[in-house]
Structures are given as structure tokens and as C-alpha cells.
């Protein structure tokens, strides 16, 4: 089974609007962590979610977290050229010891 | 302050060769961790070091990989043979080692490439 199953896989955005991501994952977890990845690059992380939490900002990112649905959103407001990248979901936790499971990752371009 | 640095950036090999990647992490990350990334699937975990040791290496996809982290500081990971399937982005981390649930810090991937 596929932990970390996130959509859409591909969004395209003007510079200005918002863009949301979705994951959802299938087994329990202790946090929930999202990480970008310019093109070429390492992952950075983002921001990072704990079970407990529902809601967590940073600057212009969102994220919740359902734990009853087992799912997570990344919004990103007022996006900009620069927020072109691959967003990728990874949870950790359960009966895992530091090791993180990741979906398959949306790629958000944004024209400007 | 260094982040994790992975060499090579790129390798080209052939089937059945080996090839050897190396991973530093940030100084003081007494974990250490062993993703890949394959034909643009998702991040796949292979292993994860405390210091020297392996902590959990149920990722490892079959005996062609071995990775070791002799005196708990850098690490490499060799395939040997290598073969086609093994292509993909092979990324490390690394995090401080009370912080078991918080970010990891990535390096920039190596990618391999058997043909």
C-alpha cells in the first residue's frame, strides 16, 4: 500500500493565487512533514506537523492535519515564480524510529 | 554551518559494475539516512545509522548494497554489480540524534545512472 499518496501530481498557477496540495497517508504517524525540491536539488524541509496539531502556519505556508482522515494539505498563498518545485509529503512515526515515508510528490509550477 | 554533502553528483556506470556513493552528513548528526529515488517514483528509504550502527536497514533492496559508516561520521553505499533497475536519485540526510521525529537535513542526491 502506498503511504503518503498525495494530489494533484502536477499544478500550474498564475503568480498571485493560491496553490493547495493534498496527501494522505495510511498508517499512524507522530508528525507530518513537508519538504521541497527545486529541480537538481535537495529536499528542504518546510514545515512540519505533529499528530496533536491541527493547524500550523510559517510565513505563506499552511498546513493541516486530519488525523481522522489521515490526510494533510499544503497551502501556499500569494505564490511567486520562485515557489516552482516539487512539494513532497512525509510522515514519520508509528513503529517507525526516524525513518520517513514519502508520497510520490506534486510538481507546482507557477508563470508569472 | 555545512549542510549534508553527497559525492558524486552525477555517475554513469555500466551493468554489472560497482559504484561507491558518499554521504556527510552535517557535523554532530549522529543519524544518518539512505533514500533513493527511482524512475520518478516516490522517496524510498534504505537505511538509517545511528553513529556506526545500523539502526534499521529494512529498506535495503537486496544484497547488491552495502553501506557502512565506519566511526560514525561519513557513509557510503556501494552497489555491486549494479544493474538497471538501480538508476534513480540517491539522496542522504541526516539529523541531530535526539531529534528522532524532527526534519531531516538532505543533501543534494547523487544520480545513478546504469546502462
Known amino acids: 500500500s502506498q503511504q503518503g499518496e498525495e494530489d494533484p501530481q502536477a499544478l500550474s498557477i498564475q503568480e498571485g493565487e493560491n496553490a493547495t496540495m493534498n496527501c494522505s497517508y495510511k498508517t499512524s504517524i507522530n508528525n507530518l512533514q513537508w519538504y521541497r525540491q527545486n529541480s537538481g536539488r535537495g529536499l528542504v524541509h518546510l514545515i512540519l506537523?505533529?499528530?496533536?496539531?491541527r493547524e500550523k502556519h510559517s510565513g505563506r505556508l499552511r498546513v493541516t492535519l486530519d488525523t481522522s482522515k489521515k490526510s494533510s494539505s499544503l497551502l501556499i498563498t500569494a505564490s511567486r515564480a520562485a515557489d516552482t518545485a516539487s512539494y513532497f509529503c512525509?510522515?514519520?512515526?508509528?513503529?517507525?524510529?526516524?525513518?520517513?515515508?514519502f508520497g510520490q510528490g506534486t510538481i507546482l509550477t507557477v508563470h508569472p | 554551518e555545512a549542510g549534508v554533502t553527497q559525492f558524486p553528483s552525477h555517475s554513469v556506470i555500466e551493468k554489472g559494475q560497482t559504484v561507491t556513493l558518499r554521504c556527510d552528513p552535517i557535523s554532530g548528526h549522529d543519524n544518518l539516512y539512505w533514500y533513493r529515488r527511482v524512475m520518478g517514483k516516490e522517496i524510498k528509504f534504505l537505511l538509517h545509522f545511528v553513529k556506526e550502527s545500523k539502526q534499521d536497514e529494512s529498506g535495503m533492496p537486496n544484497n547488491r548494497f552495502l553501506a557502512e559508516r565506519t566511526g560514525g561520521t561519513y557513509s557510503t553505499l556501494k552497489v555491486q554489480p549494479a544493474e538497471l533497475e538501480d538508476s534513480g536519485v540517491y539522496f542522504c540526510a541526516s539529523s541531530p540524534l535526539l531529534e528522532t521525529h524532527n526534519e531531516q537535513f538532505f543533501g543534494p542526491g547523487t544520480r545513478l545512472t546504469v546502462l
Open positions: 506537523i505533529r499528530s496533536n496539531e
Open positions: 512525509a510522515t514519520a512515526g508509528g513503529t517507525s524510529y526516524g525513518k520517513l515515508t
